[in-house]
Nanobody, 115 residues
């Protein structure tokens, strides 16, 4: 139903900030949860953070205090602000939209943290 397109990835030096954005092709008002996941080389995909339709957020412990997830329902976007990035956080970051009727993923955006 809804299509997601991530952007903002690229090469960033350690501790540098980076902001990822996900734009949906349709309204995300029906999406109960919008989230960001990542898959590092040789690792399984894992949750980074998610935000509910009510604005409640949840973060995986390693990113707490450094990452911030937000959503703008009017613009059909969800963003992930990443600060104090570490080299081991190099991964493909995926946007996810989940509702009672769908669970969709974007194509992913590559983030490389290296000096």
């Amino acid at each position: 139903q809804v299509q997601l397109v991530e952007s903002g990835g690229g090469l960033v030096q350690p501790v540098g900030p980076l902001r990822l954005s996900c734009v949906a092709s349709a309204s995300i008002l029906s999406s109960y949860v919008m989230g960001w996941y990542r898959q590092a080389p040789g690792k399984e995909r894992e949750l980074v953070a998610h935000i509910t339709s009510g604005g409640s957020t949840n973060y995986r412990d390693p990113v707490k205090g450094r990452f911030t997830i937000s959503r703008d329902n009017a613009k059909n976007t969800v963003a992930l602000q990443m600060n104090s990035l570490k080299p081991d956080e190099t991964a493909v970051y995926y946007c996810n939209a989940r509702s009672a009727l769908y669970d969709v993923w974007g194509q992913g955006t590559h983030v490389t943290v290296s000096s």
